[in-house]
């Protein structure tokens, strides 16, 4: 950025602002081709929104991570992660429930497999953090350990028994494939120009975030929480949103936790087995990810009442994402200190 525009507080305002309509474009690209390829190889709904929709939409998150990994501010990439966790499981779902004509309708796929294998993940990730401060300690306050390519790999794993699964269901679906008028290449095309539109506007946006913290003093992990986390969510929302105006549920619900549980099962450890390892803050992260885990519990009690999202419970949503918010800014300015080291 240095060199080609002036590096102040308005400029990075306005690239934040542009890079997120270019991802907002490249994720409604990468959303339409899988959507269309879905189609094509005969994905059920709750696939199609958990697997294919999800991992494309999740980009933003993944490409956030690996950026601030590489360039040594994997705290953002990490508060982004969980930040756009929590946005997802608390604003999409109720902005989806809003803004379709009905209620936005669950199954129990959803909630008795997508939703507990998500909290599984978070289950796994909280282990594999705590493993990494008892076997590879820094310090004792904050508690910060090493995390190496060598516990990386657990999460992973356990994404790989998710990915089984999922290929046991579309087996036992047996959904017939829409092959008609369906360029299969350009289709093709089509997503991985949206990738590549993620890729290089999420690098200009953590740049940008990066140098208003800086300005502002914001902490690393906080600005990654509010801002990257906010900006990288936005594709997540507009998929879910359109595809519940389209009275599909499983594939908008779908989306929602299946981005989630890449975001953790894969970003994270990408990031690690790409530098070799990381610094983990567990005094910091084990009080997000507790955060993460009521909300998912919140959304999880909603679903399952009556299998979908009345008009009601999307508010109750919404409101529990504004008491996080009042919480994270009470955080920054140093009204309350439930997360060390940040």
Do not use: C
Not at 10 to 39: N, P
């Amino acid at each position: 950025m240095a060199g080609i525009v002036p590096d102040a507080p308005v400029v990075h305002a306005l690239v934040v602002a542009a890079a997120t309509g270019f991802i907002w474009l490249g994720s409604g690209w990468l959303a339409e081709a899988a959507e269309t390829l879905s189609g094509y190889y005969g994905l059920p709904a709750v696939v199609q929104g958990s697997i294919v929709v999800a991992v494309g939409s999740s980009f933003p998150e993944l490409v956030s991570v690996l950026v601030t990994a590489v360039t040594g501010v994997f705290d953002i990439g990490v508060g982004a992660l969980v930040g756009s966790a929590i946005f997802n499981v608390l604003v999409i779902p109720a902005a989806a429930g809003l803004g379709g004509e009905d209620e936005l309708e669950a199954s129990r796929t959803i909630v008795y497999k997508e939703a507990q294998f998500y909290m599984l993940a978070v289950s796994a990730l909280v282990v594999t953090f705590a493993l990494a401060v008892i076997y590879f300690p820094v310090s004792a306050d904050p508690i910060v350990g090493r995390l190496p390519r060598s516990l990386a790999v657990v999460p992973l794993a356990l994404y790989g028994l998710y990915l089984f699964i999922q290929y046991q269901d579309v087996g036992d679906a047996g959904i017939e494939r829409v092959r008609d008028g369906v360029d299969v290449r350009r289709e093709w095309a089509k997503l991985a120009a949206g990738l590549g539109l993620i890729v290089v506007t999420v690098e200009r946006l953590v740049a940008s975030v990066e140098s208003l913290g800086v300005t502002f003093g914001i902490p690393e992990f906080l600005a990654g929480v509010t801002i990257v986390a906010a900006a990288t969510s936005i594709p997540d929302a507009l998929v879910s949103v359109r595809t519940a105006r389209q009275g599909r549920g499983a594939t908008s619900l779908g989306n929602v936790l299946g981005s989630n549980t890449f975001d953790l099962l894969v970003a994270i450890p990408l990031g690690v087995l790409i530098v070799g390892e990381v610094a983990v803050n567990l005094s910091t992260a084990v009080p997000m990810l507790g955060v993460l885990t009521a909300a998912t519990v919140l959304l999880f009690v909603t679903l399952r009442t009556s299998l979908a999202l009345t008009e009601r419970e999307s508010y109750a949503l919404l409101a529990a994402y504004g008491l996080f918010v009042a919480w994270v800014v009470s955080e920054a300015v140093g009204a309350t200190s439930v997360l060390r080291g940040v």
